[in-house]
């Protein structure tokens, strides 16, 4: 690319160029409304320099010109301590394709969200609002550097979210229900009635479900619930740029957790809602399993182009942006519990008193390692079987003392969409896992 030749000519040791285009489509329906919330195409171009081991930037919705150029490298100013690790040129283009292609216009998508607002109004008489959300992007990436690699990316994401609230006397229900996928339209690649069936379940559940009494119970996590742990609780603990002052960062080969526990975040699992691809990363990167904790043992981080260089280790292609317009952060992709080899129905059995744990509403998770989760299904699990449903209630702890008190893995394993947020920018991730079961855990009834 001339722009990078030039970027070199000013001085830089280092350059890239990233290309984004985005074409898409969002749609809201709710009890008393349809809208078009967004419909149209973003592009633009990013172009960054590394000068006098400090980093420039320039973004533009047009082409790079030389005068952009020398605006990136007179941005570039610091404490010149940048020193990135430099990749072999490469040549590569990737086009994930859509399974189930479906060419329906605006009005036949809008139509299908209505008959679905009506079907979930018809499930149950105390239902009194709904909101459905669709969207669907069309993204187009390439990357270019001044180490000779040009790498372009094709693919598609679109899903729907449901929000439903019931009423019965002064008792108040919600439920919620999301589905994405980057195999295609979500009404070709989910099944209608069962996501109407889990709807009307969590509605139900919330108006006859028991509170439990606050304290420490044995629970058995979900694939959903693990998933948002291994997400919450330990990915952003091992992005680098977090991990260096975090909790487990000092605790490299050390063992925090039985055999049974270990901990994945992969570039593309094969699994319909693993939605964060990145098979190359926004550094032009390739991306690789990485094995957070490995039997028990902390391993490695999540790195960019500087932290695998400080951090001595390969690059893991975890380098995301939200857009063109946005710098490139340290991000996770699809993290989970790797699945073990014992039942479902065996580790169930084996719970003689204690709580499933089937579906989380939202979580945070503080640098010292502390958490906190809602669960809007759970089960109470008496001698073995599952017994009656619960109400919204919240989970909390410490990760290392949780990883500790981890007994039996399953070998029933699946991967759930997400959108995860980090300074001010948000990418698609998968989460997901085997069901995991846990001694100890601090259990109490949530307001919402």
Known sequence: ??????????????????????????LVVTEDREQVSSYGTE???????????????????????????????????????????????????????????????????????????????????RIKSVTIRYAEEEI???????????????YYLSGISINVIAREGDTISSAYHRHFSYQGYPFEVFNEEEILDTVKMRINNQF??????????????????????????????????????????????????PDSVTIMDSPLVQYPEGIGVTLYDDEGVEGRDVKIIDKGVVKESLTDRFYSLYLGQKPTGNARSEDFKSPVLIRMRNTYFAPGDISYQEILRETKNGILLVSPSGGQTSPDGTFQFGIQESYLIENGEISKPLKTVGI???????????????KEFNVFPGFCGKDGQSVPVGTGGPYVKVEKVKVGGIVG
């Open 43 to 125: 592009r633009g171009y990013s172009l960054r320099v590394l000068y006098r081991n400090n980093w420039g930037y320039f973004s533009s919705s047009k082409e790079i010109e030389e005068e952009n150029v020398k605006q990136a490298i007179n941005s570039a100013v610091g404490n010149e301590n940048v020193n990135i690790i430099l990749l072999p040129s490469k040549h590569d283009e990737i086009m994930l394709k859509p399974r189930y292609e479906v060419s329906k216009s605006v009005h036949e998508k809008m139509e299908d969200l209505k008959r679905l607002r009506q079907k979930l109004f018809d499930l149950d008489s």
């Open 396 to 410: 909390s702890g410490y990760t290392l003392e949780t990883l500790k008190s981890v007994v039996s893995v399953s």
């Open 1 to 26: 690319m001339d722009v990078l030749a030039r970027a070199e000519s000013y001085g830089a040791t280092f350059a890239d160029l990233r290309y984004f285009k985005s074409k898409g489509l969002s």
């Open 208 to 257: 006859i479900g028991l509170t439990p009494k606050a304290g420490l119970y044995t629970v058995i996590l979900s694939p959903d619930v693990s998933g948002v742990f291994a997400h919450e609780a330990i990915g952003h603990l091992a992005e680098a740029d977090l991990s260096t002052n975090g909790i487990l960062f000092p605790l490299r080969g050390k063992k925090i957790a």
């Open 140 to 154: 187009r990436k390439e990357y270019y550097s001044t180490e000779g690699r040009e790498i372009k990316q094709s």
